[in-house]
């Protein structure tokens, strides 16, 4: 079976200031990691996603997660936050097949960023 | 990118009414379509996955007679809330996967039965 845990239900950051939003795994193959957005009443936007390549991933508007398979986790950062960035983020995992695969979904972090 | 669209995005309706959502993907074709429930301040809950042209297999607790799911045709599907309670108010969020087996999501559906 599949887990995952966000460590954060919320993050309040500084505009401007680094973000890190932390997630945990558990699976018991070779997982795929997601991170998805969404803002307000809206559907869930894909940031960024491990299949198994490069264990440092870069996704869109400047936020990229690092794959460390010896700690089981999967942190999101982001150099410096915007007041845009202000969201609900969740860490995603998979056990990826050929077809498609169910998506276990983390609890969600709300990030808040203040001026 | 791939494009998710879900309509309505806000439904209201009387309670012992049924109400139809629909998910479309509109540059792909989507193999598997999954239908999702929300409630505030949670995560994401799947209720069911559907793969075109056969029957959708339904997560442990959902009523497969109550959300009924049709996914007709590879770029369609559709979950109808049949007889709504003020108990199935709810966000309802679907998502669609193609050949590279990532899951593109809708803007979802907010469902208040009175």
């Known amino acids: 079976a599949q887990s995952v845990t966000q460590l954060d239900s919320h993050v309040s950051v500084s505009e401007g200031t680094p973000v890190l939003l932390r997630c945990n795994y558990s699976s018991s193959y070779s997982p795929s990691l997601f991170w998805y957005v969404q803002h307000p009443n809206k559907g869930l936007q894909l940031l960024l996603k491990y299949t198994s390549a490069a264990t440092l991933v870069k996704g869109i508007n400047g936020f990229e997660a690092e794959f460390k398979k010896s700690e089981t986790s999967f942190h999101l950062t982001k150099p410096s936050a915007h007041m845009s960035d202000a969201a609900e983020y969740f860490c995603?995992?998979?056990?990826?097949?050929?077809?498609?695969?169910?998506?276990?979904f983390g609890t969600g972090t709300r990030l808040q960023v203040t001026l | 990118g791939a494009v998710v669209s879900q309509h309505p995005s806000r439904v209201i309706c009387k309670s012992g009414t049924s109400v139809k959502i629909e998910c479309r993907s509109l540059d792909f074709q989507a193999t598997t379509m999954f239908w999702y429930r929300q409630f505030p301040k949670q995560s994401l809950m799947l209720m069911a996955t559907?793969?075109?042209?056969?029957?959708?297999?339904?997560e442990q607790g959902v009523e497969k007679d109550k959300f009924l799911i049709n996914h007709a045709s590879l770029t369609l599907s559709t979950l109808t809330v049949t007889s709504a309670h003020p108990e199935d108010s709810s966000f309802y969020i679907c998502?669609?996967?193609?050949?590279?087996?990532?899951?593109?999501f809708g803007a979802g559906t907010r469902l208040s039965v009175l």
């Open positions: 998502s669609a996967s193609g050949r590279q087996n990532i899951q593109y």
């Open positions: 559907s793969n075109e042209g056969s029957k959708a297999t339904y």
């Open positions: 995603v995992v998979s056990e990826a097949s050929g077809t498609a695969s169910k998506l276990t």
